[in-house]
């Protein structure tokens, strides 16, 4: 992780999402390294001026695979590798509930994108959530100035869907986390409603945070379902989405 300064920083890489406990102990012992992988480097312009940009990747010296995300999450840098079939298949039946309504309904406002850049210019963050939400007008209006990302005034809802090795930076912080998570940036920005689809086997929730208070940079509504029940989101979106079928990540 690298924190947003012109100083020596930290970058940290995660694991891969959804690789085995077994395999990634196997790797630790083979070659002595851990889990996270700590560089200090000197950025040559500020980090959020470089993400705003889309040159983060490249200052960093990583590829640019079109997978590999690059967010700033609490002043710091995470690079992580795209999501997995299962997480996917969770953004396809959310996508599939608001098309769903669409068909049934012409005037329909609400459309859905998925990895698309989401500018937090007040805390100096960038996250590229799994799925936002905003009106067609804005969609339209976004696309025909070739906005390279979105803001806050642009969107009803963000979704975010956790994985093993990135769910603490999608949650309220734990008393162990030293510093924000995308819960307090979308709150600090005043996104009005934040979608969590937890996979954690333990817990397994999906919880829609509402009311946000931007000074204080966190909700203070919540609503949860359990896995199997159905999500009932309210007006202004009115759509019901099925967790029938969705599935915790493996332990």
Do not use: C
């Amino acid at each position: 992780m690298t924190t947003i300064t012109d100083r020596p920083a930290t970058l940290s890489k995660s694991p891969r999402r959804g690789s085995s406990r077994s395999a990634k102990a196997n790797r630790r012992r083979a070659v002595g390294v851990p889990a996270m992988l700590r560089q200090h480097l000197m950025l040559s312009e500020p980090a959020h001026d470089l993400w705003v940009e889309g040159r983060l990747l490249e200052e960093l010296g990583i590829p640019d695979d079109k997978r590999t995300r690059v967010e700033i999450i609490g002043g710091e840098i995470v690079v992580s590798p795209g999501p997995l079939v299962e997480h996917a298949f969770i953004v396809s039946d959310i996508q599939d509930a608001f098309s769903r309504r669409r068909v049934l309904e012409a005037d329909f406002r609400w459309r859905t994108a998925q990895v698309i850049d989401f500018n937090l210019p007040r805390i100096g963050d960038g996250y590229i959530p799994d799925l936002i939400v905003l009106t067609a007008d804005v969609f339209e209006a976004a696309s025909n100035q070739h906005a390279r990302s979105l803001t806050a005034d642009m969107i009803g809802l963000v979704v975010e869907i956790t994985s093993k090795a990135t769910a603490a930076d999608d949650r309220a912080p734990g008393r162990q986390r030293s510093r924000p998570t995308k819960w307090n940036g979308y709150a600090h920005e005043e996104v009005e409603f934040y979608l969590l689809v937890d996979r954690a086997p333990n817990k397994s929730l999906v919880t829609l945070y509402s009311e946000p208070n931007p000074a204080r940079g966190l909700y203070l509504g919540e609503q949860q379902w359990a896995f199997g029940e159905t999500i009932v989101l309210p007006e202004p979106f009115g759509v019901e989405i099925s967790t029938e079928n969705w599935l915790p990540w493996e332990k």
